[in-house]
């Protein structure tokens, strides 16, 4: 008889395939029991290695032990067992060398570092899949990914990656441990959301990055109106998952329910706010929110938001533009009222602030908010535009770094790095974050590049500048072509279609080409026709203009804008920016040194 024949008359294949299936049952059990009872990691790993141990014991025993008609008898000598015994053997030693040196957490030496490199308290909440089966239900699954994120993020001593970095990845898939190790994680969160009216289905389940194992799952079934204890629960679940292993405890303070319209309301809110489309609408939708629950202060702090947003993203006049700040400024008071400690009513207030010239509290309400919530991105982008807007360009720069740091795919962080860099004449650093904002929204560098031949009007320099702009965007190269050799003051240079096609550019861009021309009655026209936003960048747009706008700072019509525009009390208080200095209680001079500033 042969081998094959023999091993299936003593049914080897049958109890070997039976001991495959009920195996890995018995592991996807306790996958689920053991964290359920804070079971360490390694108790895990011993139950796969006994697992996989017993499949050639099993197949062993089912050789040697016959069963006949006379009952079971034994016999290990039968032709064929020496190949039998090789092969168990070799599979014995396979399991153990898979244990010992073939996971990555005995690799290096240490079973609770997760991954290379990544640090244990770091951790990633990935975009929730929405299984609603329509796309529409986008913005609930987006804002539950959004507030799991803000909740886990004050969780003491655990490090949440930031929501622009994560949402980079949604929709496209891929290995769980592959996605960690880019985002530079230990654990990631993933999960789905399926909602039925008001009704939803929540899963979610932690992951841990080195090994793709599943640390924690569950399933929840709740109403709409519980959502935030959902998220709270969710939260504090996976803090206490953690806690053994680093050390990390959840206290989550709970919150107040909330009316499930309101929140609605508001998740729509967040999603256009977020993708910086149909603000309008967005602040519709907020106002809905506010409408009907009153002390929803994550409501008004949005809406508040989306309200200072709109300024630089929907064409406006003077008065819209002050209407709106001003909108924004009472829905701040308004969430600072309801909520005065949170990281977004502080950054909304420093917003409010900054665009009544009032720097120094502007400042500190931005510092109170990084210090409620480090993870929270928005505002250290605020809190970097405003020390570039009053000089403090090395400070705005470091700012801008541990922005891009904190949330590299955020673009407008690497917006920050560039007017800091050109504002120092690191021309090396604008570069690079042209080259980033490049990669991630070509559309938003064409920003950067278009007054960036400006920043140093120097001649043929800032024409082959011009020239590379054009190779790269057309539309927006052909309308430099036509504006720089106005703004350098080229004879030959169109007059009357470099007055049109200034009529084209953002505000911000429109004063770049004005200072070039070193047009200061056209400048200081222009900037009194614009909203506070623009006007808290007088300063800085002529700062960082060499030598043209340098050598505008001295003149005193501009010094009367610096007192009126709130720079100068902010610099008798926190100190003087390179090139300007006090003379005196009363008066002070600036445009010192201005070939070149550092």
């Known amino acids: 008889m042969s081998l094959i024949s023999e091993l299936k008359r003593r049914k080897v ?54 069963v006949s008609p006379t009952g079971v008898k034994f016999d290990p000598d039968v032709r064929g067992s020496k190949r039998i015994y090789a092969a168990a053997s070799v599979l014995v030693v396979l399991a153990l060398g898979w244990y010992f040196y073939g996971q990555p957490t005995f690799r290096k030496g240490d079973p609770e570092t997760p ?45 949440v990656v930031a929501r622009t970095s994560v949402f980079q ?108 489309k149909d603000l309008p609408g967005a602040i519709a939708h907020f106002e809905v929110a506010v409408a009907k629950a009153p002390t929803f202060a994550e409501g008004w702090s949005s809406l508040s938001l989306a309200e200072d947003a709109i300024y630089w993203y929907v064409p406006l006049d003077r008065t819209q533009a002050v209407d709106w700040l001003a909108q924004a400024a009472t829905a701040a008071e308004r969430a600072e009222a309801l909520a005065p400690d949170s990281a977004e009513t502080q950054h909304i207030l420093g917003n409010a602030a900054r ?5 120094r509290t502007a400042e500190q309400h931005y510092l109170r908010s990084i210090a409620i919530d480090p993870s929270y991105p928005d505002v250290r982008e605020d809190y970097s535009e405003l020390l570039y807007q009053v000089g403090r360009m090395q400070e705005s720069s470091i ?101 049109e096609a ?28 614009v909203g506070p936003m623009d006007q808290t960048y007088f300063f800085a747009t002529m700062y960082r203009s060499r030598p043209a706008g340098q050598s505008m700072l001295r003149d005193p019509r501009v010094k009367e804008k610096l007192v ?14 390179q090139g300007c200095r006090p003379l005196g209680e009363a008066d002070f001079e600036c445009g010192l040194n201005a070939a070149k500033v550092s």
Do not use: C
Not at 409 to 432: H, M, P, Q, S, T
């Open 13 to 66: 294949f049958k109890i070997g395939a039976a001991y495959v299936v009920v195996a890995w049952l018995a592991i996807q059990a306790v996958s689920i029991a053991f964290p359920a009872f804070d079971a360490p990691p390694w108790v895990l790993r011993v139950f796969i290695l006994v697992s996989l141990l017993g499949f050639p014991l099993a197949v062993v025993m089912a050789w040697v032990f016959d």
């Open 115 to 159: 991954v290379a490199n990544a640090d244990p308290h770091t951790i990633a909440v990935l975009p929730f899949d929405n299984m609603s089966g329509d796309p529409k239900q986008d913005y609930f699954s987006d804002g539950m990914t959004e507030q799991l994120l803000d909740v886990l993020a004050k969780v003491p001593g655990l490090k």
């Open 169 to 276: 990845f949604k929709g496209k898939g891929g290995d769980v441990r592959d996605l960690g190790r880019k985002l530079g994680v230990a654990y990631i969160v993933e999960g789905s959301v399926r909602r039925d009216g008001e009704q939803v289905r929540i899963t979610a389940q932690l992951v841990r990055v080195s090994d793709g194992f599943h640390v924690w799952s569950e399933t929840y079934d709740r109403k709409l109106e519980s959502v935030f204890a959902l998220q709270d629960d969710i939260a504090g679940r996976i803090g206490s998952t953690l806690q053994k292993s680093l050390g990390v405890s959840a206290v989550i303070p709970a919150r107040t329910p909330v009316d499930p319209m309101a929140y609605d309301e508001y998740l729509k809110g967040r999603a256009l706010l977020r993708a910086r």
């Open 355 to 359: 665009e009544h010239f009032e720097y």
């Open 399 to 499: 700012a801008a770094r541990e922005l891009t740091a904190l949330d590299p795919y955020f673009i407008v962080g690497w917006f920050r790095r560039f007017d800091a860099a050109v504002a120092r004449d690191d021309r090396a650093e604008a570069e690079l974050s042209i080259g980033r904002m490049r990669e991630l929204d070509p559309s938003f560098a064409i920003f950067a590049a278009l007054d960036y031949p400006l920043s140093y009007a120097r001649g043929d320099e800032a024409r082959r500048d011009a020239m590379a702009i054009q190779s790269r965007h057309s539309a927006e190269g052909k309308l430099v072509q036509v504006l720089l050799p106005w703004a350098l003051g080229d004879p030959d240079a169109d007059e009357g279609a470099a007055r």
């Open 502 to 529: 200034v009529q084209a550019l953002p505000a911000m861009d429109v004063a770049a080409f004005l200072i070039a021309r070193r047009d200061i009655a056209g400048y200081l026209d222009h900037i009194d026709n």
């Open 564 to 577: 009126d525009y709130g720079f100068v009390r902010y610099w008798r208080e926190k100190g003087w920016p």
